[in-house]
């Protein structure tokens, strides 16, 4: 995903963050919120606060492949965590 496609998600990701973060720019309706983004590997980022999370956003780029099935089991492994 490279291009539009992804800068379409990079600005869904953005809108995001300013619904869980709304107004307060230091609290959310989470503890952390984790992104996955993921190529040939995954990259997983857990921020808890709106700056920090706007600027991952941001600061995302295309690196490569789409290999599907590492993210996700870093999705089904950071649930698992999360649960306990």
């Not at 990701?13 to 869980?20: A, R, V």
């Not at 989470?30 to 700056?51: P, Q």
Request: charged share 25%; with cysteine.
């Amino acid at each position: 995903m490279s291009g539009t496609p992804f800068e379409t998600l990079k600005k869904a990701c953005l809108d995001l963050g300013e619904e869980i973060f709304g107004e307060d720019k230091d609290s959310n309706t989470f503890e952390t919120v984790d992104t996955v983004f993921f190529e040939s590997y995954t990259h997983l980022k857990a921020t808890n606060t709106k700056a920090e999370y706007m600027q991952h956003i941001q600061e995302s780029y295309v690196r490569g492949g789409t290999n599907f099935f590492p993210c996700f089991d870093t999705i089904k492994q950071t649930v698992a965590e999360k649960a306990r």
